[in-house]
């Protein structure tokens, strides 16, 4: 791995270094960086034709950071899956039957953390920050996020909805 670590490292390189040879105008080098940063992410085949069928070089690059966001989500989502299953005991990975509780990270949520919130369907997971302290009000949370489009909306956080929350590290 170090290896193909070292073999991109002298790609981007030789890359940046001769980029204003190979692309002397902006709508070139945008071209030329999108489909460097589509090797360096290493997109697979159906996002490699979106790309190339892509005539804008901005959108292009999009198209490359929307993959990378979903890949860094996942490895993310993995470690956090891994830390949780080697953190708890025997006893607690049991079934556990009753009512759904709050995850354990809900009770370190505080102004200012991040947070997803699956809206729906068409708008899928959201980002938002919290705007203020989490009130307990009975068995859930009344949480107060500001979105990404600067939407600002108090939710609720009950046990039987808590796929629709997930912290952001």
């Given at each position: 791995?170090?290896?193909k670590?070292?073999?991109?490292?002298?790609?981007?390189?030789?890359?940046r270094?001769?980029?204003?040879?190979?692309?002397?105008?902006?709508?070139?080098?945008?071209?030329?960086?999108?489909?460097?940063a589509?090797?360096f992410?290493?997109v697979?085949?159906?996002?490699?034709?979106?790309?190339?069928?892509?005539?804008?070089?901005?959108g292009?690059?999009?198209?490359?950071?929307?993959?990378?966001?979903?890949?860094?989500?996942?490895?993310?989502?993995?470690?956090?899956?891994?830390?949780?299953?080697?953190?708890?005991?025997?006893d607690?990975?049991?079934?556990?039957?009753g009512?759904?509780?709050?995850?354990?990270?809900?009770?370190?949520?505080?102004?200012?953390?991040?947070?997803?919130?699956?809206?729906?369907?068409?708008?899928?997971?959201?980002?938002?920050?919290?705007?203020?302290d989490?009130?307990?009000i009975v068995?859930?949370?009344?949480?107060?996020?500001?979105?990404?489009?600067?939407?600002?909306?108090k939710?609720?956080?009950?046990?039987?909805?808590?796929?629709?929350?997930?912290?952001?590290?």
């Amino acid at each position: 791995q170090q290896n193909k670590a070292e073999e991109m490292a002298a790609v981007f390189d030789i890359f940046r270094s001769s980029l204003l040879d190979i692309a002397p105008s902006k709508m070139e080098r945008l071209y030329s960086v999108g489909i460097m940063a589509g090797e360096f992410a290493g997109v697979d085949n159906d996002v490699r034709r979106e790309m190339l069928s892509t005539t804008s070089g901005t959108g292009r690059l999009r198209i490359v950071l929307k993959e990378a966001e979903k890949r860094i989500s996942m490895v993310q989502t993995k470690k956090l899956t891994e830390q949780i299953v080697n953190e708890s005991d025997e006893d607690s990975k049991d079934l556990q039957i009753g009512e759904p509780t709050l995850p354990p990270w809900a009770k370190s949520m505080k102004k200012g953390t991040k947070v997803e919130y699956f809206w729906n369907e068409i708008e899928g997971w959201c980002k938002g920050t919290l705007m203020e302290d989490p009130v307990m009000i009975v068995d859930e949370l009344l949480v107060s996020v500001m979105f990404e489009d600067g939407e600002t909306h108090k939710l609720p956080f009950r046990g039987d909805e808590k796929v629709r929350w997930r912290p952001m590290f």
